[in-house]
C-alpha cells in the first residue's frame, strides 16, 4: 500500500513537471512568434499571442497547431496622404501547419476584425469633414453622416468657386449620409448616398466628388481580406476571412 502511495506522489510530481515545461515552452513560442510578427508585419509595437490547446508539445512535436490568437492592437490605414489608426485588429488562426524547420507557420484558415473610430474616420476625411453615427435606420444600411462647410470642403478638393458664388455658399454646411463599402479586401469606401441642395447650379456633384473617399487598411495578417463592414454607435467594425494564412516566416 505505501508503495502504491508512493508511486501516485511520483505521478503527481512528474505531472506537474510536464504542465510547468508545457507551460514554459509555450509561453517561449508566443514570445519568439510575437517577434517575427512584428518584423514581418512591420508593426509599430509587438502583438499579443495566444497559443491554445493542451498539451503544447504534442502539438509541436506533430508540427501542427489548434487554433492561435493574435492581437495586432493598433495598426495604420490611409487616405489621401492622411494616416490614422485601426484598432482593436485580431485575428483567430486554425489548423495551424509550423513549416521550414520551426521558422513559419500557416493556417488553414483565419477569422480576422477591426475596428475604426469615428474620430479616427474624420481625420481621414476631406478637411473640415467630420465623419458620425448617422442612427440605427441608417446604420442598418451601412451608412454614417458626413458634416463639413461646403466652401472648406470644396476647396480642401481642390474645387475651385468662382467669387460670384461664394456668398451664395458661405457659411453653409452640408450634411450627406455615405454608404460604407468594401473594396478588395482591404480598401473602405464611402460614398455619398443622399445630397444637399445648394443654391449654386452644377455643384452638388462637386460636394459628392469632394466628399466621397477611399481609406486603405494595411497591416492585417497577410491572406486575411475584409469582406463585411458593420456600422455601429462607436464606429465601424470590419471582419474577414482568409485560407492558407501565413503566421510568420
Known amino acids: 500500500m505505501r508503495a502504491v502511495r508512493i508511486l501516485l506522489i511520483i505521478g503527481v510530481i512528474l505531472g506537474g513537471l510536464f504542465v510547468a515545461a508545457d507551460r514554459l515552452a509555450v509561453s517561449m513560442a508566443e514570445s519568439e512568434a510575437a517577434d517575427k510578427i512584428r518584423t514581418s508585419q512591420g508593426l509599430r509595437s509587438t502583438p499579443e499571442i495566444s497559443i491554445k490547446g493542451f498539451p503544447f508539445l504534442t502539438q509541436v512535436m506533430a508540427k501542427e497547431l489548434d487554433e492561435v490568437g493574435i492581437n495586432l492592437g493598433d495598426i495604420t490605414a490611409t487616405a489621401g496622404g492622411r494616416t490614422v489608426n485601426v484598432t482593436e485588429v485580431r485575428a483567430e488562426l486554425t489548423d495551424v501547419k509550423i513549416t521550414n524547420n520551426y521558422s513559419s507557420a500557416v493556417a488553414a484558415r483565419a477569422d480576422g476584425s477591426a475596428r475604426?473610430?469615428?474620430?479616427?474616420?474624420?481625420?481621414?476625411?476631406?478637411?473640415?469633414?467630420?465623419?458620425?453615427?448617422?442612427?440605427?435606420?441608417?446604420?442598418a444600411k451601412g451608412q454614417v453622416k458626413v458634416v463639413g462647410p461646403v466652401l472648406e470642403v470644396l476647396e480642401s478638393a481642390g474645387i475651385n468657386v468662382p467669387g460670384t458664388f461664394e456668398g451664395l455658399l458661405k457659411g453653409r454646411v452640408a450634411t450627406v449620409y455615405s454608404t460604407v463599402q468594401l473594396d478588395g479586401g482591404s480598401t473602405v469606401?464611402?460614398?455619398?448616398d443622399s445630397l444637399p441642395k445648394l443654391p449654386v447650379p452644377g455643384f452638388d456633384?462637386?460636394?459628392r466628388r469632394a466628399l466621397d473617399y477611399d481609406l486603405k487598411i494595411d497591416g492585417m495578417p497577410a491572406g486575411i481580406k475584409l469582406d463585411r463592414a458593420e456600422v455601429t454607435e462607436s464606429g465601424l467594425k470590419f471582419t474577414g476571412t482568409g485560407t492558407n494564412v501565413s503566421l510568420v516566416g
Open 116 to 139: 475604426i473610430s469615428y474620430a479616427d474616420l474624420s481625420q481621414a476625411a476631406p478637411s473640415g469633414a467630420k465623419v458620425g453615427y448617422a442612427g440605427a435606420e441608417r446604420a
Open 189 to 192: 469606401k464611402l460614398k455619398a
Open 205 to 207: 456633384d462637386e460636394i
